[in-house]
């Protein structure tokens, strides 16, 4: 009796002193394991007499109870403790600066797509989307050029081979212009969006790749004209460019989808090897850049698209972003855009903190 009792009181006070789950475990097996003493203790019940196993019993027992209890609420202290230390280990300082901290940059497209829709929305204008993998009704058909058209040439389109042997072609879409009509079509009129994405044609040199970025440009109201296309682009590019000299021409040209049909050119001039936007194309020192296609939206596309031309009218537009984002940023040949080059991202790419705003100024750089 005497024995178990000491002996009880000694296994409690080692696992009270134990400092590591090692230790502790080690405690455990002495007490408790299939050769501790206390389960050896246990296994001489059985060959007692029915008298001796009522005497010896309950002092076996209670050692067993309260070994175990001291075993397990010393583990649990142990293993907060062991907690405790890590997490205070592994702390991170929220307060730090987040600059200092290593991060990636945003490419300059994205940039750009972020201010063109800062910029426009601010004129009302939504951001739409449409597919990448586009159909041949939405991409060529609805915007007025038939499988004959020769407009469908100039595309130089990459097509899916097709599977479905019903001779509607799938393709990527070789311009943002079907946004348009999936827009039209979704919503019905009046409609004021724009679509900036990507765009593929088979073409490929130091002004051109096989993927390219456009903003498509949409606006569909009652008694809608040519004015109010100039007016938008040139609120926007002096908004884009940040500075009020902007000038534009609008020279005719012809797209199947718009009637009449102009492109849109703008004014610059070479300071340094750089181009400069602003200023009137044709004085000493300037030339005029083209940035894309525009006109007034064709009736036959409006029809396609489910709109009556009576009673609807609109004009659109496509930029080509990588254009502007140059021009913009003073970068000269397109490829490096696409080349993923870490070193090209870290020199023109732009911090993730500095989101455009018109407020702080769309693509200010800090
Ligand atoms: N989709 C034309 C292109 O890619 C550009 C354009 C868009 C022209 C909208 C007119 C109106 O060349």
Known sequence: MTDITSQT????AAIAAATSLDALEAERLETLGKKGWVSLALKTLGGMSPEERTAAAPAIQ???????????????????AALEEQLARETVDLTLPAAAAPKGSVHPVSQVMDELAEIFADLGFAVATGPEIEDDWHNFTALNMDETHPARAM????????????????????????VQIRSMLDQGAPIRIIAPGRVYRSDSDATHTPMFHQVEGLVIDRDIHLGHLKWTLETFFKAFFEREDIV??????????????????????????????????????????????????NARVLEFAGLDPKEWQGF????????????????????????GDPRWLAHYGFSPFDQPTLSAGVGARA
């Open 9 to 12: 009181e000694a296994a409690l």
């Open 62 to 80: 209670s050692a067993r109870a309260s070994i175990a209890e001291a075993l397990d609420a010393k583990k649990a202290a142990l293993e907060s």
């Open 248 to 297: 534009l021409r609008l020279r005719p040209s012809y797209f199947p989808f718009t009637e009449p049909s102009v492109e849109v050119d703008v004014g610059y001039s070479t300071e340094g090897g750089r181009r400069v936007v602003g200023g009137h194309g044709d004085a000493p020192g300037h030339a005029w850049m083209e940035l894309g296609g525009s006109g007034m939206v």
């Open 155 to 178: 595309h130089d389109t990459f097509y899916f081979p097709d599977k479905t042997g019903e001779g509607k072609d799938i393709l990527l879409r070789t311009h943002t212009s079907p």
């Open 316 to 339: 659109a537009f496509g930029l080509g972003i990588d254009r502007i984002a140059m021009l913009k940023y003073g970068m000269n040949d397109l490829r490096a855009f696409f080349d």
